[in-house]
Each structure stands twice: as C-alpha cells, then as structure tokens.
C-alpha cells in the first residue's frame, strides 16, 4: 500500500469561469520543468491544504497531451461537496500552489477499435477534450454525443463547436428537449466501434445497460466517474488481522472512515474515490462488494485485494490484511 506516485508542486497560471458551475485551471511545475507525459483519458489527483484539512481529488486532465509545459483541469463545483471542489472554486487563484500526483490513464483510448463513439455528459465531457486531440491526430473514425442540462452549463461547447471536432460532435440540451436517444445510437455503431462514457452515474449506467441488451460485448464499453457512490448497504463487522481488533461497519460509512474514526491502524489513500490504488489491501476472509476503478473485472473476481475507500463487505464479516 505505498504510495508509488510520484508527487509534483505546481503552481496555478490561469483560472477561467467556463460556466456559473465549472472553472478551468492551468498548472505548470512549482520549478519551471516539463510535467510527466500523458496519454488521452489521463486523471491526476489534487492534494490541497486547507489549514489542517486536505482534500484529494482526481481530476481529469483535459490539454493536449503532445504539451507538457502545463496541465489544464475542468472543476466542477458540487452541491455537496467534501471540500475539494469548494476550495477550488473560492480558494484557488493564479499564484495558487498545490500537489498533484502524476497522471494515471484507467480511461484511454483502444487500439484495437475501429470507431470510437464518447459519450459525455455535464462535467463528464473533460477526459474526451484531451482523447480528441489524439483521435485527430491519428485520422481515427470518431463522434462525440455531449449531453448539458441548459446552454450555459455547455461547459467547452463554444470551443468544440467551432473547432477541429466540429463536424464530429453532436449536443444535446435538456432544456430545449434535446434528447439523446442511446438505443439509436447504440444500433447503429459499427461492429468493431468502442463506447466511452463519462458523466452522471444515471448515464453511465444507461450506457452501460443499453449495450449489454444490444449484445455489445463488455470489453467494448469503456466508462469513468470519480464521484464516489454513496456507501450503501449493510452494516457488517470487520476485523483487522494484524491487531484483533474488531469495528462496526455502519451503513453509510466507508471501511476506511471505520478505521480512521476508531485511529485502529495506519492506512495510505491519496484519492478516496477509489481510482489511486494506494489503499489496496489483502482480503482474508469474507467476501467484498467492489466499487473501485483500478481493479479489472478479472482481479475483483478474485477476491484477493479491495480499495477500502469505496469498497464494503457482502458478507456480515470481513477480515482485512492489516
């Protein structure tokens, strides 16, 4: 469970309001030097101090990643957000240091696909701005369906409507009963066409729903939310092996806030939205719910190792490597 990111002050250069809800953010490393390469669908996770708080959020880098002089992150302020958002939005000027760690891609792009059809939806549409200039690049076959409740939440519409991407992207506007019709969309997608979501859970389980009854196999729908699913279900005991020690899970609460709020053992999370891996821990016993990012299908069949930040227990005990 170390922490095996490399982590990189940087300091803000530029913050722009994109919507009432949404602000850009330009970084460029604290020591003037090129930030690490990246491929399209990359994420890195912001650590920001707040007097004796600190917030991790993972972010997905949307500039281009042929430029390594800056990163460009989309922020969404959240109505219920944990802190990170809300300090981005009222906190965060140009002059403004933070750490991040180095990009991580658990969203990039096929090689084997033939088309590549993203679907976005509100904030959702920040991991395909930086696939777009890779799909460009290559002369792929490509669409992208952006889906925004009003004009104004159109976050990057402007720039994707009247640039390279043009012809190839389509809106669709709550407001103005501009629907996207998924059982069309999915219908007619090529046999070798790869499906991208990123969004609200609602769309991305819609997608995922839709292509399962149209019989598109699953390794061709590819899917990225960073916000963390309510942690739902029942309340379970858990037993920390290495000590003894035995918690109650309750219901609404993560393993991981179990254990910090009983002090019971010492455990590394950079993300707390289970895309990081840095709280990766062996399961002994009992079996796991996973609702992480970073583990494949194939490792959470296994039911060897579980991100104690989202994931819970289905079973009324779990003992943990720890």
Excluded at 32 to 40: E, K, R, Y
Excluded at 129 to 154: I, N, V
Excluded at 237 to 249: M, N, P
Aim: glycine content about 8%; hydrophobic content about 40%; aromatic content about 6%.
């Amino acid at each position: 469970m170390s922490n095996k990111y490399q982590m990189i002050d940087v300091r803000v250069t530029a913050v722009e309001q994109v919507t009432p809800l949404i602000k850009r953010f330009s970084l460029c490393a604290l020591d003037g030097s090129a930030l690490p390469s990246f491929t399209g669908g990359s994420h890195v996770i912001v650590q920001m101090h707040d007097g004796d708080k600190l917030y991790s959020n993972a972010y997905s880098l949307m500039s281009s990643p042929r430029d390594t002089s800056s990163y460009q992150i989309g922020v969404r302020r959240e109505e219920q957000s944990k802190g990170g958002s809300a300090f981005m939005h009222d906190k965060v000027e140009i002059g403004s240091q933070l750490t991040i760690a180095a990009p991580n891609n658990l969203f990039g792009l096929s090689e084997t696909a033939a088309q590549h059809v993203l679907i976005a939806g509100g904030i959702g549409i920040t991991p395909f701005l930086s696939q777009l200039y890779e799909l460009h690049e290559q002369a792929a076959d490509y669409q992208l369906h952006y889906a925004f409740r009003a004009p104004e939440h159109g976050a990057f519409a402007d720039e994707l409507g009247s640039g390279p991407h043009a012809e190839r992207t389509r809106f669709y506007i709550d407001s103005l009963q501009q629907r996207l019709d998924l059982d069309a969309l999915i219908a007619g997608l090529d046999a070798a066409a790869h499906l991208y979501v990123c969004g609200p859970k609602p769309l991305i389980d819609a997608v995922i729903a839709t292509a399962k009854a149209q019989g598109i196999a699953d390794e061709r729908v590819h899917w990225e939310q960073f916000a963390v699913a309510p942690a739902e279900g029942a309340a379970f005991t858990l037993v920390l092996a290495r000590s003894g020690t035995e918690l109650k899970v309750e219901e609404g609460m993560s393993i991981l806030q179990a254990i910090e709020k009983a002090n019971a053992a010492e455990v590394e999370c950079l993300c707390r939205e289970g895309v990081c891996g840095t709280c990766e821990t062996t399961i002994l016993e009992g079996e796991v719910a996973h609702r992480d990012q970073y583990l494949s299908d194939e490792e959470k069949a296994l039911q060897k190792t579980l991100m104690v930040c989202v994931s819970r227990a289905r079973t009324p005990r779990l003992v943990l490597d720890l």
